[in-house]
């Protein structure tokens, strides 16, 4: 493990703007497992795996070593250095890429990865389970589609401002809006 690493990549900086993320960094400033992580974070394994992931894939953690348990092959990782610097470089651009990535392809197929990773961590057998899905269709003609994008995220915007305090229960709500397909059968 290094002492320092040298953020210069935008991709490296973007991954770290997920507060769990840098919650699972922080835990793996000694070799641990997935599950061992998980545990320590009272969440599961898959979600921890899923940040994980992504912080090998941007070079910020390191598979260290696999041992085998109960026939499958359990990874150990590591964070790649105690602490982190950003380039100077890079302040003022972190963030403009994250909202265009969030029109593409690539974003919606990561959140829908984490959507259902974080349902299939959810107690069913509790008493109440406070939930909505909604699923609509809407028609935009492809001049309006910018005018659409924005209200869209204007309405956001207005629910992440007035409910995001720190106080009460947190509420994942993640929004798609993408191309219908043809029919299936």
Partial sequence: ??????????EQAEVLLKPQRVEVLRQLAEPRTCTEVATRLEQT?????????????????????????????????????????????LVGRIGLRRARDELSLGHLLDLMEEVQADVA????????????????????PPELRPQFLHDLQAALQDLFTRYGGAEGDAFKLAVACYPKGKERD
Wanted: glycine share 6%; proline share 5%; aromatic share 8%.
């Fill in 1 to 10: 493990m290094r002492d320092v690493l040298y953020l210069e990549q935008i």
């Fill in 45 to 89: 394994p898959q979600r921890v795996y899923y940040h994980v992931k992504q912080l090998v894939a941007a070079g910020l953690v390191e598979l260290v070593s696999e041992r085998k348990v109960r026939g499958i092959t359990e990874g150990i990782y590591q964070a790649a250095a105690r602490s982190y610097w950003l380039s100077p470089r």
């Fill in 121 to 140: 961590a959810l107690d069913r057998a509790a008493p109440e389970l406070p939930s909505i899905g909604v699923a609509g269709e809407i028609r935009v």
